[in-house]
Nanobody, 124 residues
Framework: QAQLVESGGGLVQAGGSLRLSCAAS????????MGWFRQAPGKERDFVAAIDWGGSGTYYANSVKGRFTISRDNAKNTLYLQMNSLKLEDTAVYYC?????????????????WGQGTQVTVSS
């Protein structure tokens, strides 16, 4: 059974940094694109960032471009999201997901494995 487990969330002050990790198992995740999504209270789930199967291609939502960096270590089956210069509006539950394809995807429907989420709270 494919499984994704996020970690690294927490409470941080505005302007601070956090690094999220997503440990993957039960599937050859190195063959597939992966992504990060987030959902704030009362809002829809939004795309944050995606990376292709090899890690050479990345894509970001405009709201996080220049502040967040997505990366992966296929030898460790782990996906990362480095978040810098955090803002109050970054507060959300962050989910990692594995796509059905190797190329970058930014629609939730293109992903078929999801983690349980990790809470990120940015305070003033």
């Amino acid at each position: 059974q494919a499984q994704l487990v996020e970690s690294g969330g927490g409470l941080v002050q505005a302007g601070g940094s956090l690094r999220l990790s997503c440990a993957a198992s039960g599937r050859t995740f190195s063959s597939y694109a992966m992504g990060w999504f987030r959902q704030a209270p009362g809002k829809e789930r939004d795309f944050v960032a995606a990376i292709d199967w090899g890690g050479s291609g990345t894509y970001y939502a405009n709201s996080v471009k220049g502040r967040f960096t997505i990366s992966r270590d296929n030898a460790k089956n782990t996906l990362y999201l480095q978040m810098n210069s955090l803002k109050l509006e970054d507060t959300a539950v962050y989910y990692c997901a594995a796509a059905r394809y190797g190329s970058i995807r930014f629609r939730g429907d293109d992903y078929d494995n999801w983690g349980q989420g990790t809470q990120v709270t940015v305070s003033s």
